[in-house]
């Protein structure tokens, strides 16, 4: 107990101790470390080994590659210095090897590179020498010869080389000495040597202590009794041929495969000639358990499973006695190597892995560091790694490390994730291989500008639509994912035909919906065209166009103008007319125009009231007024026609005007009447210059009536509603953007129905005042002297009155 202690003080001593070296032939870092360090123990600074600063530490992002190097060092980032992270135990770890290394990776991140070194666990002598049994029975027939050998028990010792078992003492004695064999590459085994004759009538029984020593720093020791019990009779002892056999066992052997077959003589006769085998107190479990002895044949077979890369070879010590009295025995020790055959599998180890890579990684980059490695030795442990074809990555080798390195052009849209599966074969018959299947994502780059299914795209809309109608949706892919396929669309056009896009049209921005901002007008504008952006949330953002063609269709919205007779504040002039006029003589024209178009600009003429209905009848088409008979006496002196100026629309609109037509004696005037409408006619105002006038003032007329409604609406909501004799009912739409400003009105209004109602012919100022009331009270003082201009300009042959119906 007194020596154990001193040496358990040397052990905490030398348990602060490291030793570095650096194998400058293998080019490889190698250090060496006492096993039992406390953690935190400095084992090497790595980062000045490999010729790394302070900067060049956190620039490169050094760390441990496998999991058994971080689960026993720890790399200190600041200093770049490798610790011990937890007392290691070599016995365990090792076991009885003389050398015990450990493999370590050091990974680099930036570049991903691999590097490796050693470290060595140096033994400390922290364990005793340990008998298998505290006391050994050693039975000697008192006729035993001087100089009979009996092998003892062997001490066991955990620790390695000068720390181990080196030698033994026997306690001073008269009849034995102790002899000590050492074999090589084995550990000694001592040896009972018999110097002086027993007689066992003199003493009957000794007992001896047997030490073993280590060499360690202080020494460590283990006792064990030897008793010995001289017997007499049986004076012949087993023998067997060799004291040393030797044999080989495939790992792949079946149970119950016969290793080999003892075989002892003895020169006693009858029992004490007979003999049995047994296994000898010094034979290892691990033998025991793998291999089986019959006791009468001698036969060692195979019992249990045979492991080439558990354990190489197996040492077995058997005793034959005989069945004398005493018993006799005899030793041997046999070694079962075993041998190796291909039974394990090579294993891929990943190092490093980058699961995730972009699509623009170039061609070369390392995205993972992996090694192969087979418990199997020779060719059955050389392996051969392959990757799965037809990807855009290979592999490059440094012995059995591996990089995973592309090959090819990534691209997202075609191929987002591969799956990379590895091969590894080795040389071994059969061959044997594994697979490891790896998976990489390809992650997005906005690299795909947004498309358009057309370039083009026409939208038809009536005319007088209404604010805030959906016109279209546009819609635009991108075939790349995340912020990058996230598409917001926008007016491109800052003016449309000169004006502002957005007091035409407002779009959202994420569905890609077109409103109408206004009601369109046909007569103003017949196509819009505009511009849509489609734009990706991508670095940098990419964009494309689409044209859209907005057609505006017409609707029949517009009173028949009629441009003569012309517009008169007094009473209609009279148009005098010769009752000497013969059949078909054209009397006036009435002249009307449409700003519809086509159907809608159809214009038909017809008299709707007449004082003779026989006397004039006009052409539906031309609006020429002719006589359908010869003036009588009989025939009144003035007549009235209400003429109705019709479009073809549906619904129609219309407008009418009053002739008077004075008759009175005397002869015809050709320069002012004629039946040949195409070379004599009435001398009426230039159509051109009314058409002119007319189109200004309507425009004007618009712009002033929606400015004066709009005011009006705001501040009288019910006004325009309290009017019984021209306005039916009246609608508006107020809608305003967030910030509470104006983004449109809509303001309708609806005439009563009036269908069955002519204006009245008798009195042309109560007539005119009638048509124009609504006019008049909406007070335009610009319309007016437009009005007012026009009637002194223009010539009228007849005398006239309008009235226009308002829907």
């Known amino acids: 107990m007194e020596q154990r202690g001193v040496c358990n003080s040397w052990h905490w001593q030398v348990m602060g101790l490291f030793f570095v070296s650096l ?446 109608t959906l016109l279209c949706t546009v819609s635009a892919s991108d075939r790349d994912i995340g912020e990058n396929a996230r598409i917001t669309y926008s007016i491109y056009n800052s003016l449309i035909n000169g004006s502002p896009a957005l007091s035409f049209i407002y779009m959202d921005t994420k569905s890609g919906n077109i409103y109408a901002q206004q009601s369109f007008d046909y007569e103003h504008a017949q196509v819009l065209q505009f511009t849509i952006r489609a734009e990706d949330s991508g670095t940098p953002k990419l964009s494309s166009n689409i044209t859209i063609y907005l057609h505006i269709l017409d609707e029949n919205d517009n009173y028949p103008v009629i441009l003569y007779p012309g517009n008169s504040r007094h009473a209609p002039t009279q148009q005098t007319v010769p009752r000497s006029l013969p059949t078909g003589s054209l009397v006036t024209k009435v002249v009307a125009v449409d700003a519809d178009s086509g159907y809608n600009a159809w214009l038909t003429y017809s008299i709707a009231k007449s004082t003779d209905p026989s006397l004039f009848k006009i052409a539906s088409h031309t609006g020429e007024v002719r006589i359908v008979r010869r003036f009588q006496e009989t025939d009144l002196p003035l007549h009235n026609l209400c003429v109705v100026v019709q479009d073809n629309g549906k619904p129609s609109l219309s407008s009418t005007a009053t002739l008077l037509i004075s008759l009175e004696a005397g002869s015809s005037t050709e320069s002012h009447y004629s039946t040949d409408s195409d070379s004599k006619t009435v001398q009426t105002p230039n159509i051109t210059m009314y058409l002119i006038i007319t189109l200004a003032a309507m425009s004007l007329l618009s712009v002033i009536t929606f400015i004066i409604l709009l005011a009006k609406c705001l501040r009288r909501k019910n006004e325009m509603a309290s009017s019984n004799q021209y306005v039916g009912h009246s609608h508006k739409t107020l809608q305003l953007n967030p910030d509470s400003t104006l983004r449109y009105v809509e303001v309708s209004m609806m005439a009563r129905e009036q269908e069955n109602q002519l204006p009245k012919t008798g009195n042309s100022s109560e007539s005119n005042r009638d048509t124009l009331n609504m006019m008049k009270s909406l007070n335009f003082p610009q319309l007016k002297q437009l009005v007012n201009e026009s009637d002194e300009t223009l010539t009228r042959p007849i005398g006239w009155a309008s009235t226009a119906r308002v829907k």
């Open 23 to 468: 194998n400058v032939a293998s080019a490889q870092l190698r250090y060496s470390v006492y096993e039992e360090s406390e953690p935190g123990t400095l084992v090497g600074n790595v980062a000045r080994d490999m010729g790394l600063n302070t900067e060049g530490i956190s620039e490169r992002g050094l760390q441990l590659g496998s999991e058994q190097s971080q689960q026993y060092f720890a790399l200190n980032l600041e200093s770049g210095s490798l610790l011990v992270k937890r007392k290691i135990d070599r016995e365990s770890l090792c076991g009885t090897n003389l050398n015990c290394v450990l493999p370590v990776e050091i990974v680099f991140e930036k570049p991903l590179e691999l590097f490796r070194l050693e470290v060595e666990i140096l033994d400390i002598n922290d364990h005793s020498p340990v008998f298998p049994s505290a006391e050994r029975v050693i039975r000697i027939t008192e006729l035993a010869a001087v100089g009979t050998r009996f092998p003892l028990e062997r001490a066991q010792d955990p620790d390695v080389g000068i720390n181990s078992v080196s030698s033994y003492k026997l306690q001073q004695n008269q009849y034995f000495s102790l002899v000590v064999h050492n074999r090589k590459n084995d550990r000694p085994s001592p040896v009972l040597v018999l110097e002086k004759a027993l007689d066992r009538e003199e003493q009957a029984q000794l007992k001896l202590v047997l030490t073993a020593f280590d060499s360690g720093e202080p020494s460590r020791s283990g006792t064990a009794i030897i008793s010995i019990i001289v017997i007499d009779l049986n004076d012949n002892a087993p023998v067997f041929d060799n004291a040393f056999f030797k044999v080989t066992v495939k790992e792949n052997a079946p149970l119950n495969t016969l290793v080999m077959r003892l075989i002892a003589t003895d020169k006693d006769e009858g029992p004490n000639g007979e003999i049995s085998y047994y296994f000898a107190d010094i034979s290892s479990e691990e033998a025991a358990n793998v291999f089986s002895l019959d006791h009468q044949t001698g036969d060692i077979r195979v019992k249990g499973q045979l492991d080439f890369e558990k354990q190489r070879s197996y040492e077995i010590s058997v005793k034959a006695l005989d069945h004398g009295a005493p018993e006799m025995e005899g030793h041997c020790v046999i070694q079962v190597d075993i041998e190796d055959v291909n039974d394990n599998a090579p294993e891929i180890i990943i190092s490093s892995l980058v699961t995730s890579i972009p699509e623009d990684t170039p061609i070369g980059t390392t995205v993972g560091l992996l090694r192969v490695s087979d418990l199997d030795t020779g060719e059955n442990g050389e392996v051969q790694l392959e990757i799965s074809p037809d990807l855009p990555f290979t592999i490059t080798s440094n012995q059995n490390h591996y990089s995973l390195v592309t090959n090819g052009l990534l691209d997202r849209e075609s191929a987002s994730q591969y799956t990379v599966q590895l091969t590894g074969t080795d040389l071994g018959v059969p061959r044997l291989k594994t697979q490891t299947v790896v998976n990489i994502t390809v992650t997005d780059i906005n690299d795909n500008l947004p498309s358009f299914e057309r370039s083009i795209i026409n939208v038809d809309i009536q005319e007088n639509n209404k604010p805030g």
